[in-house]
């Protein structure tokens, strides 16, 4: 692998069609060398949000000057901006439609520019697939060293969607939502595991319980620590509680979506 420079693609793309590959091929086409990393084309299409917690939850694993490529687009076409996000160590490509916000909340420094310079386009440039004629040269021409201030001027009005965030009602609850679906239908919930100790830190000695609609899920260290094949809680991967079944699908078998409220309570 070398030194080469790491562009890395998420996208709601699929693999049915032929997208993916020919954004690749456009990205080879500029920079041959470099080394392109999938991380996902299964976000359920036009959802930004999830497309939001996969990049956030990414990232930050890659290595320095990374070029992280994220094309999920309801708006293509439309007067939606093409932008270049710059943090302390990676670099973002994608369009301007808040799939970015969580990176907002997180990152240390951004600066965001919008993308003018129409000659980093593949001409003629398509209403339909920005994804090859904006994005994917964007991010090539980026991974062969040209200046971010080349490709347009910095803008601070970018959209930045609300974050679900969890709420303290009182000094011993903490109310969060699933804010994610994986393929096993394992539920991600916005409760992180450092909200639980600080609240820990006033309610030692009580018992903590984790709720969702009515259920206690029972708070288990890992997947294969649950007795049957209930819904039970741990801390996931990535620091965040998490509903599972033992051995099934969470979602599923109890009828949980994204925006479903979770309690965390100590008593």
């Not at 590959?21 to 996902?40: Q, R, W, Y």
């Not at 090859?132 to 803008?155: C, H, Q, T, Y």
């Not at 007795?227 to 996931?236: R, V």
């Amino acid at each position: 692998m070398g030194n080469a420079p790491i562009i890395t693609l998420t996208t709601d793309f699929g693999y049915k069609d032929p997208f993916v590959g020919i954004m690749k091929g456009v990205i080879l086409g500029i920079n041959p060398s470099i080394n392109i990393v999938d991380i996902t084309h299964d976000i359920a299409p036009g959802n930004i949000m999830q497309a939001a917690f996969a990049i956030e939850t990414s990232f930050a694993y890659f290595p320095y000057k990374t070029i992280h490529l994220v094309v999920v687009d309801p708006g293509v076409g439309t007067m939606r901006r093409p932008i270049i996000v710059s943090t302390a160590r990676h670099y973002l490509v994608g369009p301007d439609n808040g799939i970015f916000s969580r990176i907002y909340s997180i990152a240390e420094s951004i600066d965001v520019f919008h993308v003018t310079a129409e000659h980093y386009f593949l001409s003629p440039s398509s209403k339909t697939f920005h994804g090859r004629d904006i994005f994917a040269p964007v991010a090539a021409w980026l991974s062969k060293g040209v200046d971010i201030m080349n490709f347009g001027e910095p803008i601070s009005d970018y959209i930045n969607l609300p974050i679900p965030l969890p709420s303290f009602p009182a000094k011993n609850i903490i109310e969060g939502e699933i804010i994610y679906i994986d393929r096993f239908g394992n539920l991600t919930t916005n409760i992180h595991s450092q909200k639980i100790e600080d609240l820990l830190e006033n309610n030692k000695g009580k018992k903590m319980r984790v709720l969702v609609k009515g259920m206690e899920a029972p708070f288990r260290n890992f997947y294969a620590d649950a007795n049957d094949n209930g819904i039970y809680s741990l801390i996931n991967s990535f620091n965040y509680i998490e509903l599972f079944v033992k051995n099934g699908n969470a979602s599923l078998e109890f009828g949980l979506k994204v925006g479903d409220k979770v309690g965390v309570i100590f008593n």
